[in-house]
Structures are given as C-alpha cells and as structure tokens.
C-alpha cells in the first residue's frame, strides 16, 4: 500500500530535497499540528525501504513507539521496534522505531543513514544532540509545528514550511477557532523559576476558580450547541486536574485526569478509550501529558487553564489538539481561563499567517502582561469571545458595541477641500499608520509583510482589510527611523557598543 499525499506534503518533501541539494543535511520540517506530518514521515520511510536504506523513527516517549509503529503497519511498511522486550524487536530490520528513553538507557543506539526525530522542539536532550554531532554524514529531519525552543539552531541548519496554518484553515484540512476570553487564573505576585511561573502557587490560584472554568464550560458549551462536545482540558498541574475532575463530576460529567504519575500503560488505555466516537469520557483533563502525541480529531472543546510566561510553542500545540477536522465539526471553541490567548496574540497571528522559516533562540521570551482594560476590550462584553481587532461586531453572538458619538468615532478636524468639507485622519488612527506603512515598503521595495509586521510591534494588532497607501506624515516616519536606530544598535558587535 502506497502512501498518498496531499499537495503540500508532497511540496514539503521536495523542500527537504532541495535543502540537501543546497547542503543542509539536518533541517526542521515544520507544520502546524494536524497538517500530517505523521504522513509525510511515513512517505519518508517508504522511500527509504525502497531504496534500501536505513532509517531510525524516534520519540520522546515510549508511549508513542506503538502509535507510529501501528502507523507504518497501516500502509504496510516492514519495520522494527528498537526495544528488547518488545514483540517487534528486529535489530537487523531496515526501519527502526523507537524512544529516547530505551536509546539512552540501552546505551545503545541503531545504525541509520536517515533519523527522524518526532517533536523536535521538544527532544534536545544532550544524549540525542550527541549522537547527531558524531555523525555529521547523517541525514536528519526533525518534526515540529513550533522550531522556537533556544538551541535547535545548533543541531539544525534549515526550516522547510511550505504551508500556513491561515492556509490550511481556508483549504478545510484544519478547522478554525472560536476563541472566550474567560475567567482568568490571576498571576500576579506568583513566584517564577525557570522562566515561568512556580507551577505549585500556579495550582493554588487555579483552584480558586474551579468554578468558574465548569460554569464556562455549561454557559459557552450551550451557546454554541446547545450540547456539551468532547473535552479536552489542560490544567495547571497535577493537583489542580483532580480538582477539576471533582467539579466537573458534579455536574454529571465523567471526567478523567492523566499525569506523569500514572503509568504509561494507564495512560495510553484512557486515551484510546477517549479517542473512541462513543466513549463514556467527557472530559480529559491533564497538565501536559496531551500537548504532544495526542491525535484525537473529534475534540471540538479545548479548555486552558494552565498560565504561561513565556512558552509560545506549549501554547500553540495546546490550541492545536483542537483543530484537526472531523464529519460535522465546523470550528474549535477555546475556553481560555489561562490568559495565554491574549499574552501571546501578536506570536500567534504571525506564526498562523506566515508560519516559521528560521530559527530564532529569541522566539521565547516572557511577555508583557495587558492592562485589565485592554484585556476587557479585547473581549466581547456579552458572551466573552474574543473581539477580532477593528471589527463592528462580536463574531460569536453579534453584539455590537455602542458608539458614543460620531465624533468619537471618527475623531479629526474639519478641512475644506475644493470647496467641501472633509475629515483629515487622525495619525494615531491605527488605520492611518498602516496605510503610511503600507506605503512606505512600497515605496522601498519592502516585502507586503513589512507593515503587518510593523504594526503588530507598534499597535499589537493589524487592522483588516488593509488600507490603500498613504504618504508619510513626519510623526510616522519619525517613528520608523527610530526604530531602524534601535535594530542597528542591536545588532553592533559588543565592543562597538562599548
């Protein structure tokens, strides 16, 4: 049996053609979760049985040894697992799956020409970084939807992302979401170690709103259904999930929370009861035990109780558990109790737009927190959904927002032109700066990017459609050249700076 691709994959495996050809012999093969990549790997692996090849498949959990192993039997790919006791132990075999955990533990690892190493992002573990540098003859594709985490730059020299998450949204192969900004987990004072916030004070504040995420879940649940849908929830720790688990039986809901502290074997027989069409779970609530690995397509409610400071790729793959398609589902609805949605907008809109192409160790940094009252108007004030940036009207429940006056609408002075009177813009009119942007990079030579990109640094949000080009007004080009000031003294040498 053949494995069959859908255009871009059949694209993205060229792109990692074309990077060998230019080079580049350990590349990221990026695309947002649910694109397939699973897919694509498998077609890499059938062409390397074809041409005799080796190739080891490696995971960061032995739990996923068996899912991409039943992967491969479905297609009918020939392959062993690299695991002494397990039922498919074939050393000798062309195509090995296995996981980081046996490799390092074995201390052995398996003779390869090609190592695809599933969630990249996620695998910089010294042992594997190791063996990939003693080999510098090895082909390497690390699978990703988020190349952010600090280092991957080290290991690899080239991103291959041939399609967008906005692209595959519109061409159906992912749904899209509908975002509730909800009662939010307050963050302030909680202690930070490693970068984010201490996970045991996280689980305190969280609790105090155990409630609130279960009234949501019932108020947001029959708005959009009228129904309760398939649940996932992730929480702000272990504790923190059996609390919710408690509230959520309360109200008849058989709700289930997984963590570290269960064994693989449990873990892996809820989540195939989960997956099930017909299964008696409503709710899987974990920590972050379902943020990779898990490949459930019929979720069509994600809640995130879990605050982040500053990881943008734990927030994308959380989000994307929801989004693959299924018969009937129509979008993914986002119960957002975390603050993240918001915290991380401005990242979001980009990487779902334009998706990666470089690696950047700065990707992640600790964002800045929104004042209550933009966080109050980036919110729908009826029913809570997200407010889309310059819209008239809540996407969600159609409430529109009364205007005070024209004159706040449209605020400006009154000129006369040709005789008429008009309004001149406002130059604080985010409007007003995108179109000088827009005409600006036009007049430059400047990727259509570049004012988007600009705007979301000035404003944190890019109105839509975009405008027709304006010419500069001195306060916008003033602006512009600090800002080319600032990126040329970034990036002196250290001692020039001196």
């Known amino acids: 049996m053949n494995v069959s691709l859908r255009p871009y994959q059949v ?12 080079g580049h012999l350990r590349q990221i093969l990026c695309a947002a979760t649910g694109a397939g990549k699973s897919i694509i790997a498998s077609k890499l692996v059938e062409l390397h049985v074809e041409k005799r090849s080796r190739l080891c498949f490696v995971v960061d959990r032995r739990v996923l ?6 992967h491969l039997d479905k297609f009918g790919i020939d392959h062993g697992v690299w695991m002494a006791s397990h039922w498919r132990w074939r050393p000798q075999a062309l195509i090995q799956v296995c996981s980081v955990q046996t490799l390092e533990k074995a201390q052995q690892w398996p003779r390869c020409d090609t190592l695809i190493v599933d969630e990249a992002h996620a695998m ?55 975002v509730f900004v909800a009662k939010e ?27 609130d995420v279960v009234a949501d879940y019932i108020r947001i649940s029959n708005q959009l259904w009228g129904t309760q849908k398939k649940t996932i929830v992730f929480s702000a720790g ?25 064994t693989d074997e449990y873990k892996q027989q809820v989540i195939a009861d989960f997956s099930k069409p017909d299964t008696c779970i409503d709710v899987l609530i974990s920590c972050d035990i379902l943020t990779r690995g898990f490949d459930v397509p ?11 400071r500053k990881s943008l790729s734990m927030h994308i793959q959380m989000l994307g558990r929801g989004a693959r398609p299924y018969p009937g589902k129509t979008f993914c609805c986002v119960q957002d109790h975390s603050g993240n949605y918001l915290r991380f907008q401005k990242d979001w809109d980009r990487i779902f737009s334009y998706g990666i192409h470089h690696l950047n160790d700065d990707a992640e940094k600790p964002k800045k927190e929104l004042s209550l009252r933009e966080k109050q108007a980036a919110k729908c004030p009826k029913c809570g959904g997200l407010w889309a940036s310059g819209a008239l009207s809540c996407s969600v429940c159609g409430y529109v927002r009364e205007r005070r006056s024209m004159i706040e609408a449209v605020p400006g002075e009154l000129l006369e032109l040709e005789g008429q009177k008009t309004t ?3 130059d604080d009119s985010p409007a007003e700066w995108y179109a000088q942007l827009i005409g600006f990079a036009q007049e430059k030579g400047y990727k259509p990017a570049w004012a988007y990109f600009k705007m979301l640094d000035k404003f944190g949000f890019c109105p839509k459609p975009p405008p027709a080009p304006r010419p500069l007004t001195p306060k916008v080009n003033n602006w512009i050249r600090s800002q080319q000031i600032r990126y040329a003294k970034r990036n002196q040498p250290q001692e020039a700076r001196v």
């Open 185 to 211: 987990i307050d963050v302030s004072g909680v202690k930070i170690q490693s970068g984010e916030w201490l996970q045991s004070e996280l689980e305190t504040r969280g609790n105090q709103i155990v409630g």
């Open 424 to 426: 001149k813009a406002n």
């Open 238 to 262: 272990v504790d923190h999930a059996i609390e919710l688990a408690r509230k959520f039986s309360e109200i008849g809901k058989n709700a289930i929370a997984i963590s570290y502290k269960d």
């Open 298 to 308: 019929d979720v069509e409610h994600v809640i995130v109780a879990k605050p982040l």
């Open 11 to 22: 694209e993205s495996i060229e792109g990692l053609r074309q990077g060998i050809r230019e």
């Open 124 to 178: 910089q573990r010294k042992s594997l970084v190791n063996f990939i540098a003693a080999r510098p003859n090895m082909k390497v594709v690390g699978l990703t939807a988020t190349p952010l985490t600090k280092g991957l730059g080290k290991t690899y020299s080239n991103v291959v992302n041939v399609i967008t998450m906005r692209q595959l949204v519109d061409q159906q192969f992912l749904v899209p979401f509908k």
């Open 65 to 70: 040894v068996d899912q991409f192993s039943n």
